[in-house]
């Protein structure tokens, strides 16, 4: 990581913060005790890569718009950096999140959601992705208390994308939940797919709902993977559709109004429980 460029000032106490306009939040609110450097340098899609580097495809791949950063420090000369990523939409900010998320980690009720790991903190809320790191094992304990004082001042939604709540609660692994934006299951004309990991009697499976933005698209989508499959089209009428696909397994397929529904590598039984919980949700 390169080393914020330092500018301009020391906030006092009350001293109010305008680091950007009014019609952009404030994302780096003053702290007591400590002083705030705010990066001279936007990262855009354009240069993401003079900071991340390698990671940057993972985060244009979810429509990344910009990036803000700061660096906090105490008079002990300990600092904390903080980098602000903004995607196109909350739907978005949650797949690039949920792609450094795991399950195993220690997990917050801030923001919309975050978790921590020693020397890190991240959470996601509305468009925003805000990540904390320190080197200095000390301050591990002072990222939540900056976190949560970030968190009042983005005043915006603090949800996850809606399509979450459509997925059955039984069985499913919790923080498992992903938004994959292209590419899902290894095909470019799959995207927008919420995808969950599930156990139930020892067996593990997947549900997936696949979110177009234009309802017309569920059907292309679920064509041109039967295309792939070699479907016969004269039976291309039905209401749910089972494929053994190529490199993937056992898929089942129910269309409903603007979303595609899955179940992915569950046994029979498995999937008519869950199919019936996936059609309850949408009555």
Same mark, same amino acid.
């Not at 950007?20 to 890569?49: A, H, I, R």
């Given at each position: 990581?390169?080393?914020?460029?330092?500018?301009?000032?020391?906030?006092?106490?009350?001293?109010?913060?305008?680091?950007?306009?009014?019609?952009?939040?404030?994302?780096?609110?003053?702290?007591?005790?400590?002083?705030?450097?705010?990066?001279?340098?936007?990262?855009?899609?354009?240069?993401?890569?003079?900071l991340i580097n390698g990671a940057a495809d993972a985060?244009?791949?979810?429509?990344?718009?910009?990036?803000?950063?700061?660096?906090?420090?105490?008079?002990?000369?300990?600092?904390?950096?903080?980098?602000?990523?903004?995607?196109?939409?909350?739907?978005?900010?949650?797949?690039?999140?949920?792609?450094?998320?795991?399950?195993?980690?220690?997990?917050?009720?801030?923001?919309?959601?975050?978790?921590? +790991?020693?020397?890190? &903190?991240?959470? =996601? $809320?509305?468009?925003?992705?805000?990540?904390?790191?320190?080197?200095? #094992?000390? /301050?591990?304990?002072?990222?939540?208390?900056?976190?949560?004082?970030?968190?009042?001042?983005?005043?915006?939604?603090?949800?996850?994308?809606?399509?979450?709540?459509?997925?059955?609660?039984?069985?499913?692994?919790?923080?498992?939940?992903?938004?994959?934006?292209?590419?899902?299951?290894?095909?470019?004309?799959?995207?927008?797919?919420?995808?969950?990991?599930?156990?139930?009697?020892?067996?593990?499976?997947?549900?997936?709902?696949?979110?177009?933005?234009?309802?017309?698209?569920?059907?292309?989508?679920?064509?041109?993977?039967?295309?792939?499959?070699?479907?016969?089209?004269?039976?291309?009428?039905?209401?749910?559709?089972?494929?053994?696909?190529?490199?993937?397994?056992?898929?089942?397929?129910?269309? +409903?109004?603007?979303? &595609?529904?899955? =179940? $992915?590598?569950?046994?029979?039984?498995?999937?008519?429980?869950?199919? #019936?919980? /996936?059609?309850?949700?949408?009555?």
């Open positions: 990581m390169k080393r914020i460029k330092k500018i301009f000032w020391v906030f006092t106490l009350l001293l109010p913060i305008s680091v950007f306009s009014s019609e952009t939040p404030t994302l780096f609110p003053e702290v007591e005790g400590w002083k705030v450097e705010v990066g001279d340098q936007v990262y855009t899609p354009e240069n993401l890569w003079d985060y244009l791949s979810y429509d990344f718009k910009d990036l803000h950063t700061a660096e906090y420090s105490n008079d002990k000369d300990q600092t904390v950096k903080v980098y602000a990523f903004r995607h196109s939409s909350p739907t978005n900010t949650f797949g690039i999140y949920t792609q450094e998320r795991n399950p195993d980690y220690e997990f917050l009720d801030i923001g919309a959601q975050g978790f921590k +790991s020693p020397g890190a &903190l991240y959470f =996601i $809320k509305g468009s925003y992705y805000i990540q904390i790191s320190t080197n200095d #094992k000390p /301050l591990y304990d002072k990222l939540e208390p900056l976190a949560r004082k970030i968190d009042e001042s983005l005043e915006m939604d603090a949800n996850l994308p809606e399509e979450l709540n459509l997925m059955p609660s039984e069985g499913r692994i919790e923080y498992s939940e992903k938004y994959i934006a292209n590419d899902f299951l290894g095909y470019s004309y799959l995207h927008s797919a919420f995808v969950a990991d599930y156990k139930q009697n020892g067996e593990e499976f997947q549900v997936f709902i696949m979110a177009p933005e234009e309802k017309e698209e569920v059907q292309t989508m679920l064509n041109q993977f039967l295309d792939t499959q070699e479907y016969p089209k004269d039976q291309r009428n039905k209401e749910v559709y089972r494929v053994d696909a190529k490199y993937i397994g056992s898929i089942l397929l129910y269309p +409903s109004g603007k979303y &595609l529904f899955g =179940i $992915k590598k569950a046994n029979k039984k498995l999937e008519e429980k869950y199919l #019936k919980m /996936l059609k309850a949700q949408m009555d």
